[in-house]
Nanobody, 120 residues
Framework: QVQLVESGGGLVQPGGSLRLSCAAS????????MAWYRQAPGMLRELVAT???????TYADSVKGRFTISRDNAKNTVYLQMNSLKPEDTAVYYC??????????????WGQGTQVTVSS
């Protein structure tokens, strides 16, 4: 019913930048929240940043000042601009959305994940 397609991951050197994108499509009535999570090997999935309709954006302390989340409502797309990347940012990054579909059912969805590797 709803699909999330992520793009933009890859290999980057420490101090470099990457921009992730996540486009939501399908039977979407209204999107409440879009967010990015990440999961490093052997670690729990953690929240990186969120953007909520009519609400503030939030960031994990570890990425504040380096990462910026933004959203294009017309395209149902969320972005994550990642600057000053560090090796500890290496993880699979997942897009998340909380929305109401065209059947007026509220559900959340996850993207397939995109690998970000920060290494020299």
């Amino acid at each position: 019913q709803v699909q999330l397609v992520e793009s933009g991951g890859g290999l980057v050197q420490p101090g470099g930048s990457l921009r992730l994108s996540c486009a939501a499509s399908g039977r979407i009535f209204v999107i409440f929240t879009m967010a990015w999570y990440r999961q490093a090997p052997g670690m729990l999935r953690e929240l990186v940043a969120t953007t909520t309709t009519g609400g503030p954006t939030t960031y994990a302390d570890s990425v504040k000042g380096r990462f910026t989340i933004s959203r294009d409502n017309a395209k149902n797309t969320v972005y994550l601009q990642m600057n000053s990347l560090k090796p500890e940012d290496t993880a699979v990054y997942y897009c998340y959305t909380d929305l109401q579909n065209t059947y007026y059912v509220r559900q959340d969805y996850w993207g397939q994940g995109t690998q970000v590797t920060v290494s020299s």
